[in-house]
C-alpha cells in the first residue's frame, strides 16, 4: 500500500476509532449477550431460585462461553485500538 506522507497518521488515527468503537459495541453486545442467556437459563430453571450469575460463580463451558471468549475479543479490539493509535503519533 501506497501512502503520502502525512496521510499515514490520518488513516491511523481513523482506524484507531474504528477499533476503539468496534471494541465499545463489542463491549456492550457481551453484556447484552450475558443477560440474556442467563435470562433464557432462569426461564428453565424449577427451583425456584433464579437469577443472574455473577461471572465469578460461573463454571466450565459456561465461564468459556460466557466470559473469557467475549473478553479476549474485547480485549484483542482494545489492543488494536491502542497499537494503531501509538501508529498514528509516529
Given amino acids: 500500500m501506497i501512502v503520502v506522507a502525512g496521510k ?3 488513516t491511523m488515527r481513523s482506524v484507531s476509532y474504528v477499533f476503539w468503537g468496534m471494541s465499545v459495541l463489542a463491549a456492550f ?3 447484552g449477550f ?3 442467556i442467563n435470562g433464557m437459563a ?3 430453571d424449577t ?3 433464579s437469577g443472574i450469575r ?3 460463580q460461573l463454571r466450565g463451558e459456561d465461564m ?3 466470559l473469557v471468549l467475549p473478553a479476549a475479543v474485547v480485549s484483542l479490539l ?3 485500538a491502542v497499537l494503531a493509535g501509538r501508529a498514528a503519533a509516529r
Fill in 8 to 10: 499515514a497518521g490520518r
Fill in 29 to 31: 453486545g457481551w453484556l
Fill in 34 to 36: 450475558y443477560v440474556w
Fill in 42 to 44: 432462569s426461564a428453565f
Fill in 47 to 49: 427451583s425456584g431460585r
Fill in 54 to 56: 455473577w461471572p465469578w
Fill in 64 to 66: 468459556l462461553y460466557l
Fill in 78 to 80: 482494545v489492543l488494536l
